[in-house]
């Protein structure tokens, strides 16, 4: 039966059309051409193929494509691709077949089908955004994976629309707190261990060392630490104590008593025992050398040796005039031991967090203030300079007038004695406090979701932590039953998901209203 001159037909071609066998519409050939073949196949023995490969694109010979996803089949005209021609099939459609080829995973000419072996569902949005000229993205769908696939497509992520825009960036912002994250806390290492010397002895020490919940043991060594980075904090207190009070005095500084030289010393080889075995353990010693808590445990314990050895130069040789100063300054550094108790608490690591993903917003927070307190302080000097006995004899005198009004603090040491000066302080004072308001409530929300979310983070690894146990039927110890512990870290990750959920969907509904 012969075809419609509306069908698509498998012709032998004439020379008014391009050289080779394809898929043509019949309005390429006259209707005497059409066979009347059940098969519609030419022979490769024909005499209408040649050697040579055509330079037309793919929209001169088509009239629909076949884009293949992922197995899922979908049709579509040239005309509706080529409106995007900045995207991926927007060039398919007007290209050579050399250049599809290249656009795309695979071809079928003969069929008019492109093959690409990507997301099937995110396919879906990508053909809405061709038929409507809008780009929206579904709640339960990966926002990272979508992104990585609207960009293959050649879709820019400015496409997607504004009702769906809020949401999305919501997310990619969640996907770089957790990048942040991995920075400022170690990572597991248990994979590290397979292949390497003595991997069950590593194991082992490494759940010593950084899994207080995996054992007793481990949960003794985590509170020992967290005891010494205490003592060592509460250590360096009555040191400057004892100093104001009149100590004993050396050339180098001040020479503590025996008591807290002792403890200076017995915490200061705790910190690097407990650093020297976690760097032996891991295998990856780069990148435990450009993790964030292993540098703040080295920042914490370097100063200690290098001022002994700073105070043995000093001892041997008298040209060393600002030894003691150096040794001051070295001393400061020992406060950074404190940020030693972020590794064990959720809140510190928190904050922390929150302060690396709202950089931006204590930036423009920082800048408000700056603007307003130059701004301020050069008024009131102009308004109180001329007052006899005056303490705002300059602009820069008036800054600190200016930072502790519209901060809140207000000591009272500077302060304006006209009228209209004190109409001014006031007008900072209310300023400062509608600057320092915008953010905060901002940072409140992200500090409240990284806390739920290291909670969580904590509950989980506990609760993987006792199922493992429970695999390898490990005993948990006099009086401990693996099962009910098991049981526990299921109802805790289930409280927290469930407290996490509610604190999204009430942010939700508040930036709904």
């Known amino acids: 039966m012969i075809r419609s001159l509306k069908d ?172 942040i994250q991995r920075e400022f806390e170690p990572e597991d290492h248990d994979e590290d261990f397979v292949g390497a010397a003595f991997p069950a002895l590593r194991r082992r020490l490494w759940d010593l060392l950084e899994k207080p919940k995996s054992s007793r043991a481990a949960g003794t060594f985590g509170l020992l630490s967290f005891s010494f980075v205490v003592l060592s904090v509460v250590n360096m207190v009555l040191i400057s104590v004892d100093f104001e009070e009149g100590f004993e005095e050396s050339d180098a500084g001040f020479d503590a008593p025996l008591l807290s030289v002792v403890l200076e010393h017995v915490c200061m080889v705790w910190f690097t025992v407990e650093l020297a075995l976690r760097f032996l353990c891991v295998r990856d010693k780069a990148g435990f050398s450009r993790s964030v808590p292993n540098v703040i445990d080295l920042l914490a314990v370097l100063p200690f040796y290098v001022m002994l050895a700073v105070e043995r130069l000093h001892g041997e040789s008298a040209e060393l005039v600002s030894v003691g100063r150096v040794v001051q300054v070295l001393r400061l550094f020992r406060s950074l031991r404190m940020l030693k108790l972020g590794r064990h608490s959720t809140g510190l690591k928190s904050l922390g967090l929150t302060i690396a993903q709202c950089y931006e917003e204590v930036g423009i927070l920082l800048l408000f203030l700056a603007v307003g307190i130059s701004i301020f302080s050069a008024v009131i000097f102009a308004l109180e300079h001329d007052v006899p006995a005056t303490t705002f004899t300059s602009v820069p005198a008036a800054w600190w007038w200016a930072t502790t009004s519209m901060t809140t603090v207000g000591y009272g040491d500077v302060r304006p004695d006209t009228a209209v000066g004190k109409l001014l302080a006031f007008l900072c004072i209310l300023s400062g406090i509608l600057i320092l308001a915008l953010p905060i409530a901002l940072i409140n929300e992200r500090f409240s979701s990284r806390y739920f979310g290291l909670q969580v983070k904590e509950a989980a690894a506990q609760h993987a932590e006792m199922l493992r146990m429970l695999e390898r039927g490990s005993v948990g110890g006099v009086g401990v039953n693996l099962r009910d512990a098991y049981a526990r870290s299921v109802l805790e990750m289930m409280r927290l998901h469930g407290e996490e959920r509610a604190s999204s969907r009430s942010s939700v509904e508040d930036d709904l209203w």
């Open 8 to 179: 698509t037909l498998v012709l032998p071609l004439s020379s008014s059309c391009p050289s080779s066998t394809m898929i043509l519409p019949s309005s390429c050939v006259s209707g005497d051409e059409v066979y009347s073949t059940s098969s519609s196949s030419v022979s490769l023995d024909s005499s209408v193929f040649f050697t040579e490969t055509p330079s037309y694109s793919t929209a001169d010979f088509l009239e629909f494509f076949v884009v293949n996803v992922g197995g899922s089949r979908h049709v579509l005209s040239p005309d509706l691709l080529a409106s995007h021609p900045e995207t991926r099939l927007g060039k398919l459609a007007r290209c050579s077949r050399e250049s599809a080829l290249e656009l795309c995973d695979d071809a079928d000419f003969l069929e008019n089908e492109f093959f690409f072996d990507r997301n099937s569902q995110t396919f879906q949005y990508v053909m809405n955004f061709y038929r409507t000229g809008r780009l929206h993205v579904r709640e339960e769908l990966c926002e990272i994976s979508f992104l990585q696939e609207i960009q293959y497509w050649g879709i820019d992520e400015h496409r997607i629309d504004a009702c769906c825009r809020e949401r999305y960036h919501r997310r990619k912002e969640q996907k770089e707190t957790l990048d």
